[in-house]
DNA sequence: CTTTGCACCTGTTGGC
DNA sequence: TGCCAACAGGTGCAAA
């Protein structure tokens, strides 16, 4: 999937065409994602009018606000998920698994070749939602920061990486996106969480910040799968600086960069500048 | 409790 | 050129 700055692209990509407008009909042509997309989910839609667009971690939440109680349709993209709004929708094409017409036949497309994506539909209070609810900080929010981290960390010897990607710590942070964090903040990949001391974690908090940052406003990865929400492919200029770099030199002292797995994941990092 | 590895599924890539 | 194994953005879950 998308990482997070490819989710917030979408997010921003979607909302403002969408927001405010009825829903007039739902398609599902597949319910077969992580989990199936519940049977009521046309029904529950048809009618309702989009509140909002928001996002936790890499879920998008769209809110449908009712006479009782505003209800959120689930959306994560998985691996290879996308969303985009068609002022006339095109064709369908395989895995283009579920469209939501909303007035004026603007269609919101989820397609996802891999299906590793999630739709669900959740009544009431989304945020106490089994998926929603173990979810730790947002790496742009206050409680992202380096005695978080630290506190979180003590007495547990899991490689810093594996940390990084531990969604109950911190959230929206992938693994190209751990890999290029981590040589920001000049740290070895396989360093025990447990012992990096509180400024080497605090330096951390800033890479985790400015690597996502600078994706998003570079308008995500360029991914295979993901085509921005508007229909231009995601343009992320920034090279990566060690991300799938295995042997080429490091832009900052030309030593060779590595490559490790770390759970059943590629790890590159570069043997000078991150200890 | 923490840590590890698997599973889900399809498409692309690289080596032989 | 063709075939096939390995790998790819994620993450819940079972097992150790």
């Known amino acids: 999937m998308p990482e997070l700055p490819e989710v917030e692209t979408t997010r921003r990509g979607v909302a403002p065409a969408l927001v405010g407008k009825r829903v007039v009909a739902a398609h599902v042509y597949d319910r077969r994602l992580r989990w199936p997309v519940p049977a009521g989910l046309e029904r529950a839609l048809e009618g309702r009018t ?3 667009v928001d996002r936790r971690s890499k879920y998008l939440l769209f809110r449908f606000a009712g006479a009782l109680a505003t209800d959120t349709l689930l959306v994560h993209l998985g691996m290879t998920g996308s969303l985009r709004v068609y002022k006339r929708a095109p064709a369908r094409k395989p895995h283009d698994h579920v469209d939501i017409v909303f007035d004026g036949k603007l269609t ?7 299906r590793f994506g999630t739709m669900l539909w959740i009544e009431g209070d989304a945020a106490t939602h089994p998926l929603i609810a173990p979810l730790g900080a947002e790496p742009f929010s206050t409680a992202f920061d380096a005695g978080m981290l630290h506190r979180g ?22 693994n190209i996106y751990a890999n290029e964090a981590l040589f920001r903040a000049g740290i070895r990949p396989t360093k025990a969480a447990g012992r990096l001391s509180r400024e080497r974690l605090a330096a951390l908090v800033d890479a985790v910040r400015s690597t996502l940052a600078d994706a998003i406003a570079a308008g995500g990865s360029t991914l295979r799968d993901y085509v921005g929400s508007g229909g231009d492919p995601g343009a992320f200029q920034l090279g990566y600086a060690v991300y799938g770099r295995e042997g080429a030199p490091c832009r900052t002292c030309g030593t060779r960069i590595k490559a490790i797995r770390q759970g059943q994941r590629s790890t590159y990092y570069c043997p000078r500048c991150q200890t």
């Open 108 to 114: 919101l497309r989820y397609r996802d070749p891999r």
């Open 50 to 52: 989009l509140a909002g």
């Open 153 to 174: 960390t003590r007495g547990r010897r899991v490689a810093i990486k594996l940390a990084l990607m531990d969604n109950k710590l911190v959230v929206g942070v992938g």
